[in-house]
């Protein structure tokens, strides 16, 4: 009897895995996730994920540091993140559907700073972040803080700043509503980071296979590639 019920026990769990909405979160990082609307790229994304794999999800917005941990411990289960082998320990990595470009927009003009020529020149980064330190470093630029992108482009705009760090998705839709006709913008390719979706080894997802697959199915599939595209467009 005990061993009838526990294989009934395993067949039924799959379908009691996910009677409830799977804990979903979102970086709080424009256009990412807007911790004021619940909105952004990865919301839509990530709903758009569930449905296509018959899934529920409770969607909430935290800063990165935050989601992080909630990922480690298993209160999040659905995360798109950066890509990094540290998060393997904690997380599947089940996709790459897209990726971070970074960049340095500057002034086209007579001014405009070239890879060589940065050096002393007040060049803005995102507070909290330390992705082009190594770039400040080589360059010999200064390293203005700004709080968002939005700031720091303002601010090149109107000369504060000879050049301005840029993340994609995101930078192109800022810079095009603070822009008149007249600006001429042009920008230096520094790296790429990919983004990748993650499910947390600590929730009960981790262990439905099926899910799993179709999750990741959906991901990599033409539609999957088509709705990231759709996305970026609308966010950068």
């Given amino acids: 009897m005990n061993k009838l019920l526990g294989g009934l026990a395993l067949l039924l769990c799959p379908l009691l895995l996910h009677a409830e909405p799977i804990p979903a979160y979102s970086q709080a990082i424009e256009p990412w996730g807007d911790a004021v609307s619940g909105d952004g790229l990865t919301p839509r994304f990530l709903r758009w994920l569930a449905e296509q794999s018959g899934l529920q999800l409770q969607q909430n917005t935290r800063p990165l540091p935050r989601l992080v941990e909630?990922?480690?411990?298993?209160?999040?289960?659905?995360?798109?993140?950066?890509?990094?082998?540290?998060?393997?320990?904690?997380?599947?990595?089940?996709?790459?559907?897209?990726?971070?470009?970074?960049?340095?927009?500057?002034?086209?003009d007579e001014r405009a700073p070239k890879a060589a020529n940065l050096r002393a020149r007040p060049v803005g980064i995102l507070r909290g972040t330390h992705t082009l330190d190594g770039f400040i470093a080589q360059s010999g630029a200064e390293a203005v803080l700004v709080n968002d992108m939005r700031q720091g482009l303002g601010m090149l705009r109107i000369g504060r700043l000879d050049a301005m760090m840029c993340v994609r998705p995101g930078c192109g839709r800022v810079l095009r509503g603070l822009s008149v006709p007249a600006d001429r913008w042009a920008e230096l390719p520094v790296s790429r980071e990919p983004m990748a979706v993650y499910v947390s080894r600590a929730h009960p997802l981790a262990h439905d296979a099926a899910a799993l697959e179709k999750i990741k199915a959906a991901c990599q599939s033409s539609a999957g590639k088509a709705k990231m595209a759709e996305l970026l467009s609308i966010f950068d």
Avoid: H, M, W
Avoid at 83 to 88: G, V
């Fill in 70 to 108: 909630e990922l480690k411990a298993g209160r999040d289960a659905l995360a798109l993140i950066t890509a990094s082998p540290e998060r393997d320990v904690f997380a599947l990595e089940l996709c790459r559907p897209t990726d971070i470009r970074l960049s340095i927009v500057y002034r086209q």
